[in-house]
């Protein structure tokens, strides 16, 4: 063999050394989503086995411990089967004519509110970003808003609910008018905004102090120093903050569209139901299993976040 060759064969051994550990780590990333799916589907399947395990076991008036139901009864009212419900939602939403099937109403009714929850969500993030980078430049202000917005989340939500909206229909700008919709994404973002303050807060002084003090060597300030080094090293900390963040804006939109009575939503659809449940006991779960989808898109829109930005997710931190 010839030199020529044998650097030939060095650049190609080499070249396929580098492409191995391009791809390896890629590969693992399909694999390990791949995973996290059927991980997922498995606990829902074992979850509706359990459903069906207590309910062909269990009493039908419950475990009782010292006058206090424990565990609920396990009749076909109170816990209809799995079955059931699914071909519920294959059904028309009720007798009337021209009643569109269940499925459908859910969907459109879990558009509404992800719609609203988004809307919150986006405020939510946006608060709670200015307000961790505030507290972060001064300390001063960290020592005197970090103890309210801790306190804020003590307020009972049902309470807040109907006073937003109050306060909300006596605002008057020109030919603006406060919608009831938008006291509902008052409130979710009141949720929101609380994760992702504490949890940005968290990664803008995660840097090292010698990596702040190599940025104060070479004269950067504190803007460049927020772009380049403090934004960056937040990501691992932000990002399970936003899946909360959107968690709770779900929550948030669920349960004031219950206090404030808005209707188009889950939440209202949900309450609707409910007294429809003595004659049609798998009809209230429609709307629950909405619940579901709506806090599962929501989660995958800050997953698909995490995709862009995977360069700087070097470990997450539980928020």
Same mark, same amino acid.
């Given at each position: 063999?010839?030199?020529?060759?044998?650097?030939?064969?060095?650049?190609?051994?080499?070249?396929?050394?580098?492409?191995?550990?391009?791809?390896?780590?890629?590969?693992?990333?399909?694999?390990?989503?791949?995973?996290?799916?059927?991980?997922?589907?498995?606990? &829902?399947?074992?979850?509706? +086995?359990?459903?069906?395990?207590?309910? *062909?076991? =269990?009493?039908?008036? %419950? #475990?009782?411990? $010292? /006058?206090?139901?424990?565990?609920?009864?396990?009749?076909?009212?109170?816990?209809?089967?799995?079955?059931?419900?699914?071909?519920?939602?294959?059904?028309?939403?009720?007798?009337?004519?021209?009643?569109?099937?269940?499925?459908?109403? &859910?969907?459109?009714?879990? +558009?509404?509110?992800?719609?609203?929850? *988004?809307? =919150?969500?986006?405020? %939510? #993030?946006?608060? $709670? /970003?200015?307000?961790?980078?505030?507290?972060?430049?001064?300390?001063?202000?960290?020592?005197?808003?970090?103890?309210?917005?801790?306190?804020?989340?003590?307020?009972?939500?049902?309470?807040?609910?109907?006073?937003?909206?109050?306060?909300?229909?006596?605002?008057?700008?020109?030919?603006?008018?406060?919608?009831?919709?938008?006291?509902?994404?008052?409130?979710?973002?009141?949720?929101?905004?609380?994760?992702?303050?504490?949890?940005?807060?968290?990664?803008?002084?995660?840097?090292?102090?010698?990596?702040?003090?190599?940025?104060?060597?070479?004269?950067?300030?504190?803007?460049?120093?927020?772009?380049?080094?403090?934004?960056?090293?937040?990501?691992?900390?932000?990002?399970?903050?936003?899946?909360?963040?959107?968690?709770?804006?779900?929550?948030?939109?669920?349960?004031?569209?219950?206090?404030?009575?808005?209707?188009?939503?889950?939440?209202?659809?949900?309450?609707?139901?409910?007294?429809?449940?003595?004659?049609?006991?798998?009809?209230?779960?429609?709307?629950?299993?909405?619940?579901?989808?709506?806090?599962?898109?929501?989660?995958?829109?800050?997953?698909?976040?995490?995709?862009?930005?995977?360069?700087?997710?070097?470990?997450?931190?539980?928020?």
């Amino acid at each position: 063999m010839t030199v020529s060759e044998a650097l030939k064969t060095v650049d190609a051994g080499s070249v396929g050394t580098v492409t191995d550990v391009v791809e390896a780590p890629r590969a693992r990333r399909h694999s390990g989503a791949g995973r996290r799916v059927l991980l997922g589907a498995l606990g &829902v399947v074992i979850l509706a +086995a359990v459903w069906e395990l207590y309910k *062909a076991l =269990g009493p039908a008036d %419950g #475990v009782v411990i $010292g /006058g206090i139901t424990v565990l609920p009864r396990t009749t076909d009212l109170a816990m209809p089967h799995v079955w059931d419900m699914i071909a519920r939602l294959f059904e028309p939403v009720s007798s009337i004519a021209g009643a569109p099937p269940m499925w459908l109403a &859910v969907l459109q009714a879990s +558009a509404f509110s992800l719609g609203i929850a *988004a809307v =919150g969500w986006v405020v %939510g #993030v946006l608060v $709670g /970003g200015l307000l961790a980078v505030l507290m972060q430049r001064f300390i001063t202000a960290e020592a005197a808003v970090l103890p309210w917005i801790i306190l804020s989340q003590t307020v009972p939500l049902i309470a807040i609910a109907p006073l937003v909206r109050r306060w909300g229909a006596q605002i008057h700008l020109g030919t603006f008018e406060w919608e009831p919709w938008m006291s509902v994404a008052v409130i979710a973002s009141y949720l929101a905004f609380f994760p992702v303050s504490i949890g940005a807060l968290r990664g803008l002084n995660s840097p090292d102090t010698n990596h702040v003090e190599l940025m104060r060597s070479y004269a950067a300030g504190w803007w460049s120093t927020l772009v380049r080094l403090r934004l960056p090293a937040s990501v691992p900390y932000l990002l399970p903050a936003l899946r909360l963040g959107a968690a709770s804006a779900v929550i948030g939109t669920v349960v004031a569209e219950v206090s404030i009575g808005l209707r188009g939503g889950i939440g209202r659809m949900v309450v609707e139901f409910a007294a429809a449940a003595g004659g049609d006991p798998a009809k209230p779960w429609a709307p629950i299993f909405g619940a579901v989808l709506v806090g599962l898109l929501a989660a995958g829109f800050v997953s698909l976040i995490g995709v862009f930005l995977r360069r700087y997710r070097r470990g997450e931190v539980p928020a």
